[in-house]
């Protein structure tokens, strides 16, 4: 009767998009969705059930996301809007701000952008902003 939405990632492929693909246009997909090869345009998860955005080390998109689950080796130009979990491995480079509600970064990973972490409630004082360290 009642049906209790799901957080869990979605555990399997459905779609590939092969390395030496370049596609211009925007991408809306289901299920789970592999990037070998290059985005030019917009990545939606349609309909509001868990999906999973995988980027391989030679993958690129330029343009925004918007997905449940994302992880990342490759390179990103746009705002990313990440529902649950946001995986960003070594070799990724993000260029734009990133929202988030849990994210793991592995040692290597860049981020050129903002931080913003989805607590439910638009709240801009909790934004992370990361700075470049100063030597002494």
Do not use: W
Not at 22 to 41: A, M, P, Q, Y
Not at 54 to 59: C, H, K, P, R
């Amino acid at each position: 009767m009642f049906r209790k939405k799901s957080n869990k990632p979605q555990n399997r492929i459905d779609s590939l998009i092969g390395a030496g693909t370049v596609i211009e246009g925007n991408i809306s997909f289901t299920g789970g969705l592999r990037v070998d090869g290059e985005i030019k345009g917009n990545v939606t998860a349609a309909g509001d059930q868990p999906s999973t955005l995988v980027l391989s080390e030679q993958a690129r998109i330029d343009g925004e996301i918007h997905v449940s689950h994302l992880v990342v080796n490759g390179s990103i130009t746009g705002p990313v809007y990440c529902a649950e979990f946001l995986e960003l491995q070594a070799h990724s480079r993000v260029k734009g701000d990133v929202h988030y509600n849990t994210l793991e970064m592995h040692l290597g990973a860049v981020v050129d952008g903002r931080l913003v972490h989805n607590s439910g409630v638009a709240d801009s004082s909790k934004t992370v902003e990361l700075k470049i360290a100063s030597r002494f």
